[in-house]
């Protein structure tokens, strides 16, 4: 039985998962690579046309306000309330997508659709997957804010 | 001296809005940014802009209603709304576009689809591609911080 794994394991352990469990995750899940980079410095600058200040400014906005919207997110999925749950993730994942960070967008796009479906089991996990991404980027964003 | 065009976004990812009134700004157009769907509709009546560049997922009601509401009032019927969303469904591009909206718009934002799109609503013609280092120069000359929407007459024309 491959209980006892969370989602929030994948980006440190190599799992194999059990048929019932693999039929879930191969549809909606990958495993975040440890190896890549949290964010795609080229590609965000690139977007910016090479304006790192403006880079620095969007940083400091977004390291200013993700807490506060993880805290809600996990307070929404703390009550099952899908359509908060969509709300904040969907915020989130369009903030972490202007930084090009394909780990955390990945991991808040996987929330939204988990609440779009109205299945909530996978949401707690969903949720881990996403904050270890966000600790992963907020480091990136704070070199990119000095 | 020619009238800049004002610019609406509404959105509640403020890092985006960031981003865009920026480079937005930089292309000669006055910004000016709502962050729920709530104060989208109440200042677009109290001071009409150009166009709205609208995301439909915001607190204080849905981004969708608030297009609603500003497509049925005869005073902002005619201003062109481009909404820019996370949603790639075509329900949703469809639900959008039937309720008025002008162009379709998907996240991550582009800077340089956005002006054409503004541009294309507007009627206005198209960007000249200006030459590399002018588009990396100057933004702390178009670098007001974002602000919610001033009265009209206050805008930068």
Same mark, same amino acid.
């Given at each position: 039985m491959?209980?006892?794994?969370?989602?929030g394991?994948?980006?440190?352990?190599?799992?194999?998962?059990t048929?019932h469990?693999?039929?879930?995750?191969?549809?909606d899940?990958?495993?975040?690579?440890?190896?890549?980079?949290?964010?795609?410095?080229?590609?965000?600058?690139?977007?910016?046309?090479?304006?790192?200040?403006?880079?620095a400014?969007?940083?400091a906005?977004f390291?200013?306000?993700?807490?506060?919207?993880l805290?809600?997110?996990?307070?929404?999925?703390?009550?099952?309330?899908?359509?908060?749950?969509?709300?904040?993730?969907?915020?989130l994942?369009?903030?972490?997508?202007n930084?090009?960070a394909?780990?955390?967008?990945?991991?808040?796009?996987?929330?939204?659709?988990i609440?779009?479906?109205?299945?909530?089991?996978?949401?707690?996990?969903?949720?881990?997957?996403l904050?270890t991404?966000?600790?992963?980027?907020?480091?990136?964003?704070?070199?990119?804010?000095? | 001296?020619?009238?800049?065009?004002?610019?609406?976004? /509404? $959105?509640?990812?403020?890092?985006?809005t960031?981003?865009?009134?920026?480079?937005l700004?930089?292309k000669?157009?006055?910004v000016?940014?709502?962050?729920d769907?709530?104060y989208?509709v109440?200042?677009?009546?109290?001071?009409?802009? $150009?166009? %709205?560049?609208?995301? %439909?997922?915001m607190?204080?009601?849905t981004?969708?209603a608030?297009?609603?509401r %500003?497509?049925?009032?005869s005073?902002?019927t005619?201003?062109?709304? %481009?909404?820019?969303?996370?949603?790639?469904?075509?329900k949703t591009?469809?639900?959008?576009?039937?309720?008025?909206?002008?162009?379709?718009?998907?996240?991550? #934002?582009d800077?340089?689809k956005?002006?054409?799109?503004i541009r294309?609503v507007?009627?206005?013609? #198209?960007?000249?591609?200006?030459?590399?280092?002018?588009? /990396?120069?100057?933004p702390?000359?178009a670098?007001p911080?974002?602000?919610?929407?001033?009265?009209? $007459?206050?805008?930068?024309?």
């Amino acid at each position: 039985m491959a209980t006892g794994y969370s989602i929030g394991d994948l980006g440190r352990k190599r799992l194999f998962f059990t048929s019932h469990w693999l039929d879930h995750f191969t549809a909606d899940c990958h495993a975040p690579s440890m190896t890549a980079p949290p964010l795609d410095k080229t590609a965000f600058l690139a977007r910016l046309h090479g304006d790192t200040e403006l880079g620095a400014g969007m940083a400091a906005l977004f390291l200013r306000d993700y807490p506060g919207q993880l805290e809600s997110l996990r307070g929404a999925v703390a009550a099952g309330d899908a359509d908060q749950i969509e709300r904040f993730a969907h915020l989130l994942s369009g903030a972490v997508g202007n930084f090009a960070a394909a780990e955390a967008t990945d991991a808040a796009a996987r929330l939204v659709r988990i609440a779009r479906s109205g299945d909530l089991t996978l949401a707690a996990d969903a949720l881990v997957a996403l904050d270890t991404a966000l600790q992963r980027l907020a480091p990136a964003l704070r070199n990119l804010t000095v | 001296m020619k009238r800049k065009h004002t610019v609406l976004l /509404a $959105d509640d990812d403020k890092v985006q809005t960031m981003m865009l009134s920026t480079q937005l700004r930089a292309k000669g157009y006055s910004v000016a940014a709502a962050y729920d769907a709530t104060y989208t509709v109440m200042v677009t009546m109290k001071s009409p802009p $150009d166009v %709205i560049v609208l995301d %439909i997922q915001m607190p204080g009601g849905t981004g969708k209603a608030a297009l609603e509401r %500003i497509k049925s009032s005869s005073k902002t019927t005619q201003i062109p709304v %481009i909404v820019l969303s996370g949603f790639t469904d075509r329900k949703t591009i469809e639900e959008c576009m039937a309720l008025g909206a002008s162009e379709y718009l998907t996240k991550p #934002a582009d800077v340089d689809k956005l002006d054409a799109a503004i541009r294309r609503v507007l009627g206005l013609p #198209a960007a000249e591609q200006p030459p590399e280092s002018a588009n /990396a120069e100057s933004p702390a000359a178009a670098k007001p911080p974002v602000n919610e929407l001033p009265p009209r $007459d206050t805008w930068d024309h």
